[in-house]
């Protein structure tokens, strides 16, 4: 009598009750927190402003809060509420009026979005003035990344809080979550004034910075050409290339490092497996050097609510007279 048979069936449940028991488990670590029977907005809203250091009033955050697909899954409360607060079932839902409904982030989220580029642009503008307005683009474009946004809205605890139709655990809507985020940074904008909003684009926006390589932010195309034109420019001796040092010539792993020299100068050196991945190599590194020099101290124009450009400052300059020996 065999007995194999039983024993592979065996097995196979096991299986599915170990996938059904995994599921399960993942399905309740992606559960919302709003799902918890001592789950209470107000008070998560009171937490939300505490964690983010700033005092915007109840009624804009939850605007900033509100993406449209919730107030159409709410079309029916919207035609019958009154000034009654009895719409919480949700836990999310508690609407104080019928104007409060009707109002979704979108003007928010298009407000906070080009005010954190304005901060942003000023903040690369002023603080790296070796870049180049491509290379400008590419850390705003960094800077302003949704998945970033995504990220913080996370670490802030924002995303539980979010009022959406659409599941916001699944990795398609971080459109969703990264509006919301902005529309935070609207409302702070509305209700607190440029200066804090900027300061909130400052703690949590530009600090993505920090730990990351350059050459990983901007992209350098033409790097020869580009060196090349920098030093002419500048008034300096010509790009050479001289080969430092090698390795492995006759084996099939070979290294090359190339120094990029403007006379005796050296630049930097690049590494490669050929002379000319290594020369390209050192011309990039000298150009990252050269574009990540930093003002760490310049002050931006909108520190000031007196800022006046160069030519407008009065500044005379007076004739010293030489004393007679």
Known sequence: MLASRPVIDSKRSRRRRFAQQSSDEDTDAFKPRSAYANWNYDAELSALMKRIQQNISEDRLRMALTHRSFLQQNEEVVKNVQDSNQYTETGVSDFKSADEIQQSNERLALLGLNAMRHFVTEYVYVRYPNLKSSHVNDMINFFLNRDGMVNIAHYLGIVDLI??????YNPVKIRIISDVFC?????IYMDLGPIE???????FILVQQHGRDFSDIIKIEHPIFMLTSI?????????EARLLRESGRATHFPTYVVG??????????????SIRTAKT?????ALISYFQKELRNAPLPSDHDDYKAEDAIKLDVTQIEENNI
Do not use: T, Y
């Not at 529309?183 to 409302?187: M, P």
């Not at 909003?197 to 703690?203: C, E, G, I, L």
């Not at 030093?231 to 790009?239: D, H, R, Y």
């Open 163 to 168: 009022r959406s139709k659409v599941l916001l």
């Open 183 to 187: 529309a935070i940074i609207g409302a």
């Open 197 to 203: 909003a900027r300061s909130f684009v400052q703690d």
């Open 231 to 239: 030093l002419n420019k500048q008034g300096m001796q010509p790009l």
């Open 260 to 273: 990029a020299f403007s006379g005796n100068k050296l630049l930097s050196e690049g590494a490669g497996p």
């Open 281 to 285: 190599a050192a011309c990039q590194e």
